[in-house]
């Protein structure tokens, strides 16, 4: 009985050791010939094909893939993670936003690309793409897909309203862009700020006092949209200096654009029926994708999923109206990847990366949400004629946006800074901060904390 | 043979070994480290770079406006909810005492809500605040008819998020709950039947018999739920609370968000630690005076 009892305590000790051993550390393979990268959990179907694509061309190498699933917005966590620890994936995710923190953790391309332009084509990328990837006159990274700002809009809410819409279009005689009357009810190339305000007022439904459509959606929490706004109005967060520069006039006028599609414009009853936008907090009736929004700003190509999924949910894209002073400002996001400057094998790490942001069939990506960056994936997709295309049917709006987008700041403090110390003070003019106090707060304080850091 | 003795030496260090490990590396061990850190300029991604810079990042972060907003706004939180979930916590186990139908299912009730994860129970507090579909709002338009228009916005208003995140950390107070209710079942019966023979009425016995008997439970409730209040993190992380920055949330936020200054983070983890010891140190200091043990 003894016996029996040590054994079973044995067992059980070894089995707990055993358990928590094995726990430990990555399951690598071979280091010289396994490339490792972090990716996102719900691209799987994406990656995978890819993945065994690799594997098969290299299988006399023996060269494996060996991916690190992360949850969605979670993935560059999770490979910050693994750098700090040591253990950096030989394929670096990155992208324009995080060149400045990534470069120095990155071997340049050049060289490699260069050697392989056969593949690679780097002519094939559109040059916007391939000029926001690189820093010092280096290239570091390759990119499968981009994001880019655009006007969304709900095609069944703007037929409801088509005579009043063409009319607030046509009472806009100031429009420099539009000569003669609106062609169409829908969004343009030739709109402007008062077009989209005009006709945000007119697809702004009330009854009561409850708003039953919003003519424009609204972004809040972060810079997507009130930076466009700033941007489109001459001004920025950030000049060269790395300084943060929202008191300049031209910014102020940008976030005061902000600040009155959320809260109206001039006082009490008239301010009420001039908003055209849900302030934090009112009810949003479930944003664009609630089918109560006529326009979505802004936006992101990775929620055209969602929106495809939807039966009957009637909508399409176009280029950003042209702002207070100019059309650019629109975000322009670039995915990316990068060699790891210590990987064990970069040759195969840069294999990998070629498979990655080669040709691909656009149609594909764009079920994933994503947009082809390189010109022949453009060209293929509007090679399908307009009317055959699924929604959205504007995909000329998708790519020459590119041609109005700008990047975030490239200072590696700026995610800090904008989320914690100017986006309170954001917040504060939605609560009814004039926005040029506003404006003075934000750049006063975030200045004061990039001076202990710099 | 073994002898006796380095037998149970043995079998005694073979028993703590992994449990002593565990501690040594995942509590110790991390806890020097980040005191080593606070006095370097380590960065996240760059860990081969780091630099001794001795004091600057104690010295910065007494310059730092966010830091100190962040910590205004944390012991606003812990005081709060030291005093109210304590409060409400010792109100309930009195009230369970009581003898009533159904108390075994009453207690459970209240309890239930402590064990629940945080970020479950921040999201569901979400819902209820919602200003548009929450159930408060619809509760206060509907009861005393408060327009639409006049409703509070509760996390989507900088005046009234920090209220709102103290009104839902009350949920949880079924854990300290508990405790008080095995203290309260402690208190001899024979000082409340003495008392009533004195005369003295149910607030003057919860005064004098019920709060001194309790005091070194309260004492500890109170120095646990003040170091919890210092920690707040998950409901300032998931909840959104507009113009809400708390202590820990800033401090993962510049350990997680460009440029990764761990280095700095570890100074702030190490500042919160000496103001906590500092509350501490407090509590014991009036533990002395005002804890009344039996013995």
Wanted: glycine share 8%; with cysteine.
């Amino acid at each position: 009985m003894k016996l029996v009892k040590k054994t079973v305590a044995f067992l059980l000790a070894a089995a707990l050791c055993g358990g928590a051993l094995a726990g430990c550390g990555p399951k690598t393979g071979d280091p010289d010939k396994t490339v490792t990268i972090c990716l996102n959990m719900s691209d799987q179907n994406l990656f995978n094909p890819i993945i065994a694509a690799f594997e098969a061309k290299f299988a006399d190498k023996g060269w494996k893939v060996e991916p690190t699933w992360a949850a969605s917005g979670t993935v560059v966590d999770k490979q910050n993670t693994l750098v700090a620890t040591r253990r950096a994936p030989s394929v670096i995710l990155g992208g324009d936003v995080h060149l400045a923190t990534q470069r120095r953790l990155l071997l340049p391309l050049d060289d490699l690309i260069a050697r392989d332009d056969d593949e690679v084509q780097v002519d094939d990328f559109f040059p916007e793409v391939i000029e926001r990837l690189r820093a010092d006159g280096q290239t570091y990274y390759l990119s499968d897909y981009y994001q880019t700002s655009l006007l969304y809009y709900n095609k069944t809410l703007f037929d409801n309203d088509e005579l009043a819409i063409k009319a607030a279009l046509n009472a806009n005689t100031a429009n420099p862009l539009r000569a003669g009357p609106a062609t169409t009810h829908y969004p343009a190339p030739d709109w402007n700020l008062d077009d989209l305000t005009n006709v945000g007022r007119v697809l702004t439904k009330r009854v009561g006092s409850a708003v039953t459509q919003w003519g424009v959606g609204a972004t809040y929490g972060y810079w997507g949209e009130w930076l466009v706004h700033v941007k489109q109005a001459g001004g920025d967060v950030m000049g060269a200096d790395g300084f943060v520069s929202l008191n300049t006039p031209e910014a102020i006028a940008g976030l005061t654009v902000f600040r009155d599609k959320a809260l109206g414009v001039g006082s009490g009853e008239e301010r009420w029926n001039k908003k055209i936008s849900p302030a934090p907090g009112e009810n949003d009736l479930g944003h664009f994708v609630g089918g109560k929004t006529a326009i979505g700003f802004s936006g992101h190509v990775g929620e055209w999923p969602t929106y495809k999924a939807m039966n009957n949910f009637n909508w399409d894209v176009e280029i950003l109206p042209v702002g207070l002073t100019r059309r650019e400002g629109g975000e322009f996001a670039i995915n990316g990847y990068g060699v790891y400057k210590d990987a064990s094998n970069p040759e195969a790490a840069w294999e990998f990366i070629k498979m990655l942001t080669g040709k691909r069939d656009s149609a594909e990506l764009l079920n994933f949400g994503y947009l082809t960056p390189r010109k022949s994936g453009r060209d293929a997709t509007l090679a399908v004629p307009k009317a055959e295309r699924p929604a959205p049917q504007n995909m000329e709006a998708a790519f020459d946006s590119v041609l109005y987008g700008s990047t975030l700041p490239s200072y590696s403090y700026f995610q800090y800074v904008e989320m914690t110390i100017i986006e309170p003070s954001i917040t504060s003019m939605l609560e009814g901060m004039p926005p040029a106090q506003a404006a003075a707060e934000a750049t006063d304080n975030a200045n004061k904390y990039i001076r202990t850091i710099l | 043979m073994l002898k006796r003795k380095t037998k149970q030496h043995l079998q005694f260090w073979a028993f703590i070994l992994p449990g002593v490990t565990g501690f040594l590396w995942l509590g110790v061990y991390p806890i020097l480290r980040s005191l080593y850190l606070s006095f370097t300029d380590r960065s996240l991604l760059y860990p081969d770079e780091t630099k001794w810079v001795g004091l600057r990042n104690f010295s910065r972060a007494f310059q730092d406006a966010i830091v100190r907003q962040a910590l205004s706004n944390s012991l606003v939180y812990a005081v709060s909810t030291v005093v109210l979930s304590n409060v409400i916590a010792i109100g309930a186990a009195i009230l369970l005492t009581a003898k009533i139908r159904s108390v075994a299912a009453y207690r459970t009730v209240f309890f239930i809500p402590s064990i629940l994860p945080a970020v479950t129970t921040v999201i569901m507090f979400r819902w209820v605040f919602d200003p548009n579909t929450g159930v408060v709002n619809q509760f206060l338009h509907t009861v005393f008819g408060i327009p639409s228009d006049n409703l509070p916005k509760w996390l989507y208003r900088s005046n009234t998020a920090l209220l709102t995140l103290i009104i839902m950390s009350l949920w949880g107070f079924g854990g300290r709950m508990v405790i008080y209710l095995a203290g309260v079942n402690n208190i001899s019966r024979t000082y409340y039947e003495a008392a009533g023979l004195d005369g003295a009425n149910g607030w003057q016995q919860f005064l004098h018999i019920t709060l001194p008997q309790l005091s070194p439970i309260i004492f500890y409730n109170v120095l646990m739920s003040t170091v919890a209040g210092f920690q707040v993190f998950t409901e300032g992380m998931v909840s959104g609370a507009a113009n809400t920055p708390f202590y820990v949330v800033n401090l993962y936020n510049l350990a997680y968000q460009p440029p990764y200054m761990l280095g700095y983070v570890s100074a702030l983890a190490w500042i919160l630690f000496a103001i906590v010891l500092a509350v501490t140190g407090v509590y014991f200091f009036l533990n002395k005076k005002l804890v009344h043990y039996e013995n």
